[in-house]
């Protein structure tokens, strides 16, 4: 079952691009969370997206918001990801697409495509906005209008 605006997070952990361990409850009560999912490293779209988070990445921790980015590529992959595009936030790997299921993200063109959506997860662990499209581009232009609109 998808989560929705309202819901409780659960707390979740992977490992980062440099096989450190990520744990959202370092995070929750301390900092608002942009979690955004994305299909594949270092593709058009997903490059896109990476890159306008990448660009607009000072306006986020200016508020005091985490940015991570979730696909179920490895951790090597990531890695070489993040460094070919001078990405500064966290790109997690659920390569078994736990967090993915956890937030019930869904698939796109009938199935065949993990899901596109973005998260924003406020000081009370709690979803205050969604935004669910397969094209990258808005995603980071909406999560930060909304967090600039409510922080």
């Known amino acids: 079952m998808a989560l ?17 361990t990520f744990d959202s409850s370092t995070y929750f009560g301390k900092k608002w969370l942009v979690v955004y999912f994305y299909p594949k490293d270092d593709t058009p779209g997903c490059t896109t997206q990476a890159c306008s988070f990448r660009d607009a990445y000072q306006d986020f921790t200016d508020l005091g918001v985490a940015v991570v980015g979730i696909s179920s590529d490895s951790v090597p992959s990531h890695l070489k990801f993040q460094s070919k595009f001078n990405l500064p936030f966290i790109l997690l790997a659920d390569t078994k ?11 796109d063109f009938m199935g065949l495509l ?31 209008a909304f967090l600039k609109s409510v922080i």
């Open 4 to 20: 929705k605006v309202g819901d409780t997070v659960s707390q979740f952990s992977g490992l980062d691009a440099f096989g450190k």
């Open 97 to 107: 697409k736990e967090i993915r299921k956890l937030f019930g993200v869904p698939n």
């Open 114 to 144: 993990d899901g596109r959506a973005t998260y924003v997860i406020g000081l009370d662990q709690k979803i205050h906005y969604i935004f669910d499209s397969i094209g990258g581009k808005r995603h980071m232009e909406n999560a930060l």
